[in-house]
């Protein structure tokens, strides 16, 4: 006789870890439900209510990243989020530190 987990039952549940800028706030989201974490050292554990396509959100300071990732068993989910400053399109709206950071890459001509 086979059993299989109907929902989530038992005390298992499927679980997305992210990888990010140690501190940064990481968000999952699912429909209007979401659950927030500190990714502490890095890394941010989220225990997940439901099968289906999470989006996550990964933020610092002014510097965000996000991914998604399809739940579909009870397991644990690994994502990367890489966190950037956004850069504006206007010159005048970048901050010091972001125009010496897109100077510094020799990428000035792609954003202004």
Known sequence: MSIYNQGFGGGMNP?????????????VTLGTKSATAIATD?????????????????????????????VVAVQDYAVTVETAVPIPTVLNNATWATIKEVAEKSQGANYW
């Open 15 to 27: 679980s997305i870890t992210v990888t990010t800028t140690a501190g940064a706030t990481v968000t």
């Open 42 to 70: 890095g890394t941010a554990k989220i225990s997940v209510w439901d099968y289906g396509s999470y989006s996550i959100h990964a933020a610092l300071g002014d510097a965000v990243g996000d991914a998604t990732v399809d």
